[in-house]
């Protein structure tokens, strides 16, 4: 009988239906001893006997993957792959697949709620009247203020969606996407990121992270307007965290949501000490409509490659020649 390692401690959390599809396809499934994201170190002690594995945020590099004496799909429990070497599995004849789309209206939920909570200053006003005082918050409409998006793929195109409802005005970034794109969905595109983030009174990040460089450093954080708003509920390592910080405490920057950060959890973050932030525990997918269409697409793509048929959302390698398994 097939076996499947779940590592993602939010497969199937509110909703039984990825669990009832894995025992339907007569699939076991195995939780690791450790309960947080696994080193690779511990992911090579954990894999054993699995045919396939579900993973988070976990470390899953070549040695990880070779250590799978039977593995033959590991699935991401959402949309980023850049926890695993996609590469390394291909040439270990590894199918990699993931669940796009599955979360991109949570993310895009949690966006405009950071948003208006750093707008509005809503965390200081709860935390003023519970307190027993009765402060005044002042902050700006959403109104007629300009929102960069840089990356203009689904989760970017559900926050557009969104804006328009608050009357904002729209202008995204993402150079690997047709004009035809931005045109329906009425959005003005500007080809380099120092031009969305010149001309935009809020910037929301939806790019996906892994190459070592913050986008957003002191010098991007110069290029802003003064007083502007920025949000990060992609990647952390997008962000250069001490820069962040610094603008906050000189008033340079106006506020910062974040939901996801450089290490998670960020202990030693100085985010977490600055002025003007609402910061967020990774729970952008933590919704049940999510956790359910996640965990159903990776299950069913699990079950496809298990029986020898080609899954719905694979992840494809520049390595042409993998080797079969």
């Known amino acids: 009988m097939a076996e499947v390692l779940v ?8 909703s039984t239906r990825p669990g009832e599809l894995l025992k339907e396809a007569g699939i076991d499934v195995r939780y690791p001893v450790a309960k947080s994201s696994l080193t690779s ?6 894999i054993g006997d699995a045919d396939a594995m579900i993973v988070a945020l976990d470390d899953v590099d070549a040695a990880a993957i070779s250590a799978g004496r039977n593995l033959k799909v590991i699935a991401k429990h959402g949309v980023g792959v850049d926890n695993i070497d996609v590469d390394a599995a291909a040439r270990a004849g590894v199918v990699v697949v993931n669940a796009p789309g599955a979360n991109s209206s949570a993310v ?5 709620g950071l948003m208006l909570a750093v707008q509005r200053h809503i965390i200081d006003a709860h935390e003023s009247l519970v307190e027993g005082r009765w402060d005044k918050f002042h902050g700006p409409e959403l109104a007629g203020k300009s929102l ?10 559900e926050v557009a969606e969104r804006a328009r ?18 045109d329906e969905n009425g959005v003005k595109r500007v080809t380099a990121i120092e ?23 002191e010098a991007m954080i110069d290029r802003m307007r003064p007083g502007a708003v920025l949000l990060n509920a992609a990647r952390g390592d997008l962000v250069d965290e001490a820069a962040v910080s610094q603008a906050l405490i000189s008033g340079r920057l106006g506020g910062y949501g974040a939901d996801a950060f450089a290490h998670e959890p ?12 609402v910061l967020t525990p990774h729970i952008g997918a933590f919704t049940d409509r999510a956790n359910e269409l996640m965990g159903v697409a990776v299950v069913q793509d699990i079950v496809a490659v298990l029986e020898g048929r080609p899954p719905l959302h694979p992840v494809i390698s520049d390595n042409t020649e993998p080797r079969n398994k």
Request: hydrophobic share 40%.
């Open 7 to 14: 590592l993602s401690a939010s497969f199937g959390q509110w």
């Open 41 to 46: 170190e511990q992911l090579q002690a954990e």
């Open 108 to 112: 895009a939920d949690l966006v405009f």
């Open 148 to 157: 960069g998006i840089c990356g203009f793929g689904r989760i970017g195109r």
């Open 165 to 182: 409802g608050f009357s904002l005005d729209c202008l995204a970034y993402d150079p690997y996407l047709p004009d035809q794109v931005f």
């Open 195 to 217: 031009d969305l983030v010149e001309q935009s009174d809020i910037v929301t990040l939806h790019l996906p992270g892994g190459d070592g460089r913050p986008l957003i450093d």
């Open 266 to 277: 960020p202990v030693d973050s100085p985010l977490l000490t600055s002025p003007n932030v």
